[in-house]
């Protein structure tokens, strides 16, 4: 392996151990919102270190190269950083991601270019891990990107099927192993590109069948493939530290994946596989809604707020897209100072990536204490006097607990049943993202608020003040 | 020219890492999981040293631009995946702090 030169090179071996630790102690401190902004400097102070540690450590030939890379991604990355709208943050970093998986990819074709120009001797190891650096990279790149045309309406959300996708997905596999074995019998770059091309079309081939709601989990499993890709570049350089950290970030989107699939009841093969939703919605749209709702209006949903001890707040994506969050907040506000208890439960899938919702409320300026999760705060929904559910709706069916017909049955959902009253505010009687009916809207204790949810909460805020 | 010795080694921390990785982020909160996302994504920029060992010990001109595209996508990850993740940490406040 190419660890020769790094061998020798004692301090930069321990500068680099030392980012290492950064890393893992700047993780660590992720684990609390009171540390987390420090934990976040450590990271990028590891990275500082390893970077400084690489560049005074080894005879770098040509710099101007190098500084024009660092110069106009530096700049890119930080306009972007800046400018981003916080219910945009799933398209930033599904972009990102892409990159993360490109630069992968790039390196293993300068390592193996650099390698058959040395004589073209190359050992079996480093072919395999050339091939997984650049096989990991290409499917992240192009995947995380139509992952993010589809999050931003460029590519259609709903599940595209081809009709012998399984055949061609199964043809490209071995395509990419026939290449592998072609580079390590015979070094070439014909193999590698062939093993790029093959990379590049699957990550297409396999986001592009996902349908949009899913794209969450696609993006923690992107995530942990950026991280991957990174580790297998650390295989192809000898380099530990990179190994280290890309194992951290391998691992830490292997576990939002697992927590995104538990939250929605299913298997990480169902989410791949595509295609939920479909049969579904069409099955749901032939059957006529005939049951009746109670439908109120502001100034009725004002009263039983102003009059009410405690209040949870159920945001859903809807919120985020109605740009409501302030009003919500501003109500709250209002609230609070009436003496009413208030809080916010969030579940897992709320928001189109996990934790976004927290995100688009701290934004709000709502204290991250009153945010709570599935699990804190399922039991307190039967001792609460009025849930509005904003914007959400099959996180909280409960269909879920008890209709084993059900699409969703078995999904953990929020027991906004439980609660004294519910206001349901929603533009209008359509089912969620799973083509099923909202057993909550029939409930006698239900009242369905109809309109654009910043409408809604604007209205009932000056409802409020004037009682 | 098999190495076995140094890819067991480096199979070692790999394994190791991905164990140390679990128990941290297990523990991080879902209020916190957006960050966690984004500043992860940061660190996997760390290929960035990839990028500046093939960028620098490139003999030709094609290694040489590959590198620095690598260098400029990994700082891309890098400095936007940190101040994206700043800009995210700083809003999180609990009640009564200003």
């Known amino acids: 392996m190419s660890t020769d030169a790094l061998v020798h090179l004692n301090i930069t071996n321990v500068a680099y151990i030392i980012a290492a630790i950064l890393f893992i102690v700047g993780l660590k401190q992720l684990g609390s919102p009171a540390t987390a902004r420090n934990g976040n400097r450590m990271s990028s102070l590891a990275m500082l270190i390893a970077v400084v540690a690489t560049i005074v450590g080894n005879d770098i030939a040509s710099w101007e190269w190098i500084i024009g890379g660092i110069i106009v991604g530096s700049t890119i990355g930080a306009i972007s950083a800046r400018k981003i709208e916080m219910t945009s943050m799933p398209q930033l970093v599904a972009v990102f991601n892409g990159f993360g998986g490109a630069a992968s990819a790039v390196i293993a074709a300068g390592e193996l270019i650099r390698l058959i120009d040395d004589g073209g001797v190359i050992a079996e190891d480093v072919s395999i891990t050339i091939m997984a650096s ?187 897209v109605a740009q409501a969050q302030h009003q919500v907040r501003e109500l709250a506000d209002l609230l609070k100072d009436k003496g009413i208890s208030v809080r916010y439960a969030i579940h897992p899938v709320a928001g189109r990536m996990p934790g976004h919702m927290n995100v688009l409320l701290a934004e709000a300026n709502v204290p991250y204490d009153e945010l709570k999760d599935l699990d804190e705060i399922n039991n307190e929904f039967q001792r609460t006097d009025v849930a509005v559910v904003i914007g959400a709706n099959d996180v909280t069916n409960p269909s879920a607990r008890t209709d084993k017909a059900s699409p969703i049955y078995g999904m953990p959902i929020l027991n906004v049943d439980q609660a004294n009253s519910v206001i349901m505010m929603k533009r209008s009687m359509s089912s969620g993202f799973a083509g099923v009916q909202n057993e909550l809207f029939f409930l006698s204790k239900t009242m369905m608020l109809f309109g654009d949810a910043k409408d809604s909460v604007e209205k009932i805020i000056a409802e409020v003040k004037d009682l | 020219m098999f190495d076995a010795e140094a890819l067991i080694i480096a199979l070692t921390v790999f394994v190791l890492a991905i164990f140390i990785g679990y128990e941290v982020i297990t523990k991080v909160p879902p209020t916190l999981h957006t960050p966690l996302m984004s500043g992860s994504n940061a660190i996997s920029g760390i290929v960035i040293v990839g990028a500046l060992l093939v960028a620098g010990r490139a003999d030709g001109i094609t290694g040489q631009i590959l590198g620095a595209i690598a260098v400029g996508l990994a700082m891309i990850n890098v400095v936007g995946g940190f101040m994206v993740t700043d800009r995210m940490l700083k809003m999180f406040k609990r009640s009564g702090q200003k």
């Open chain 1, 134 to 320: 650049v096989i990991v990279g290409g499917v992240t790149l192009t995947g995380s990107f139509i992952a993010f045309g589809k999050l931003q309406g460029l590519v259609p959300t709903r599940p595209l099927l081809l009709p012998i996708r399984n055949v061609i997905n199964v043809a490209l596999l071995i395509g990419m192993i026939a290449a592998t074995v072609w580079l390590i019998v015979d070094p070439s770059i014909t193999a590698f590109l062939i093993a790029a091309g093959i990379a590049l079309a699957l990550g297409i081939l396999v986001v592009i069948p996902i349908g949009g709601a899913d794209m969450p989990v696609v993006i923690a499993l992107l995530n942990s493939y950026s991280g991957i890709a990174g580790a297998a570049t650390g295989f192809v350089l000898g380099n530990n530290m990179l190994i280290i950290a890309g194992s951290l970030v391998g691992a830490s989107g292997l576990i939002l994946t697992r927590i995104m699939t538990k939250a929605m009841n299913r298997s990480l093969a169902n989410v791949m596989l595509g295609g939920f939703g479909v049969e579904d919605g069409a099955a749901a749209g032939g059957e006529e809604e005939t049951r009746p709702v109670i439908s109120i209006q502001a100034d009725d949903a004002a009263t039983m707020l102003a009059y009410a001890q405690s209040v949870i707040f159920v945001p859903g994506y809807g919120l985020a």
